[in-house]
Structure formats: structure tokens, C-alpha cells
């Protein structure tokens, strides 16, 4: 069956420092992956995808992910973050050609101003 | 262009009781599904419809059920309400059939109270 892991489920940093959230999946085949944000009170929104091609993909707000198909990672960085990324990540896979995505439990990030 | 858009925003039942949770599609989006966001779990796949049709459900009770109307609008019903069903009915759309190059879209929740 296929499953998401995000292993940090909280994570604090100080504003400046660089970010980087695992998340790992398993399925065979070919997938689609996302990383989805939610601030608080706001509702879920996109902040990269990967469909395929260049494995490192650049999405909204400065953050990049990289996904590396020998680990089936989808690790998502961020240089150096803001107070204002505050807020719950989430990584999530869809087997190609199916529309069911599986989420992980999800990492909440607090940056300290 | 609106997006998904969910009502209502909160709704409180007492156990036993049956939640109706509403959500409409983005326009010209035809795949609607329901998540569910409890505390502690992240986001469980509830339900997923396209034209009209149950596609896939996930772990959840026969009690959780759904449907989506020819507008491609959908409802998510919750019969029997137990305490543990207080959560956030996070609603997202996306198009179908158009291949793999599909995102889906969330919508803002429900948050549902069981007392």
C-alpha cells in the first residue's frame, strides 16, 4: 500500500535559518508529488509540485524541493525562512494515472522572530 | 474565478446526531474529494467523486458517506455521530480525465463539533 512519511512533526527554527523537511514515500511505480501549506486559519494551498522532468522543482515563497527517486524523497528546503512561514506543511503522493492522493501526518514549522 | 468553497464553516451535533457537510467544485472542475483533518492524524482520504459517481473511499465507517449532484457539487454526510468525528471536512477539487496533470484544490473546511 502506499504510504508518506514526514518524520519531523515539529520543527522550530530561528528567522534566517535554512529549512529542510523529509518526506518519504512508498509505491513502486511512477508518482506525483506535492508539498501543500497551511497557515494558520487559512485553508491548504499549493506550494510545489512535481510531475516530471528536472527532479528539483522551485515552487511559491522561495521554497525548492528535490526529489530523488533511488531514496523516494521528495525533501522540501527552504534557504532561510521568515517569521511568516509559520504554519503546517504537508507532502503528498498520487500514483500517476490514479486520483488518490495520500498525505503524511504533516510537520509543523514555528519560526521565531 | 472562485475556488473551492465549503459550508458551513462550523457546525456542532451532539453524539448520535447526523452532520450534512457541503462543497462546491471550482467551475469546470468535474473530481470532488473529502479529507478529513483530525487532530494528531494530518489529513485522512475520506471520499473521492467524479461525474457524478463514488470513485474510492478510504478506512472510514459505512457512516461516512456522500454524493455529488449533475453540477458536480457535493455533499458529505456523517450519520451516528461519534465524539471522534470532530475534526476539520476539508473538501478539494481538481479537473479529471486530463491526464496526469492534475492539482486539486482545497477548500477552507468545516470544522465539526461533537458534543
Known amino acids: 500500500a502506499q504510504s508518506v512519511s514526514q518524520h519531523n512533526h515539529h520543527v522550530i527554527l530561528s528567522e534566517a535559518a535554512s529549512l529542510e523537511l523529509g518526506c518519504n514515500y512508498s509505491y513502486g511505480g511512477t508518482v506525483n508529488l506535492f508539498w501543500y501549506v497551511q497557515y494558520p486559519g487559512q485553508h491548504l494551498q499549493l506550494l510545489l509540485k512535481?510531475?516530471?522532468?528536472?527532479?528539483l522543482v522551485k515552487g511559491i515563497k522561495g521554497f525548492e524541493a528535490e526529489f530523488i527517486k533511488s531514496k523516494f524523497s521528495f525533501n522540501l528546503r527552504k534557504p532561510s525562512v521568515q517569521w511568516s512561514d509559520t504554519a503546517e506543511y504537508f507532502c503528498?503522493?498520487?500514483?500517476?494515472?490514479?486520483?488518490?492522493?495520500?498525505f503524511g501526518t504533516g510537520t509543523r514549522l514555528k519560526v521565531l522572530a | 474565478e472562485a475556488g473551492v468553497t465549503q459550508s458551513p464553516t462550523h457546525l456542532i451535533k451532539t453524539r448520535g446526531q447526523q452532520a450534512t457537510l457541503r462543497c462546491s467544485p471550482i467551475?469546470?472542475?468535474?473530481?470532488v474529494y473529502w479529507y478529513q483533518q483530525a487532530l494528531g492524524l494530518g489529513l485522512q482520504f475520506l471520499l473521492w467523486?467524479?461525474?457524478?459517481?463514488?470513485?474510492n473511499r478510504g478506512n472510514f465507517p459505512p457512516r461516512f458517506s456522500g454524493r455529488q449532484f449533475p453540477n458536480y457539487s457535493s455533499e458529505l454526510n456523517v450519520n451516528a455521530l461519534e465524539l471522534e468525528d470532530s475534526a476539520l471536512y476539508l473538501c478539494?477539487?481538481?479537473?479529471?480525465?486530463?491526464?496526469?496533470?492534475?492539482?486539486?484544490?482545497f477548500g477552507e473546511g468545516s470544522w465539526l463539533t461533537v458534543v
Open positions: 467551475s469546470g472542475h468535474t473530481s
Open positions: 467523486y467524479d461525474e457524478g459517481e463514488e470513485r
Open positions: 503528498a503522493v498520487r500514483a500517476s494515472g490514479t486520483y488518490k492522493y495520500i
Open positions: 478539494a477539487s481538481s479537473l479529471a480525465g486530463q491526464g496526469t496533470g492534475n492539482t486539486i484544490y
Open positions: 512535481y510531475f516530471s522532468g528536472d527532479p
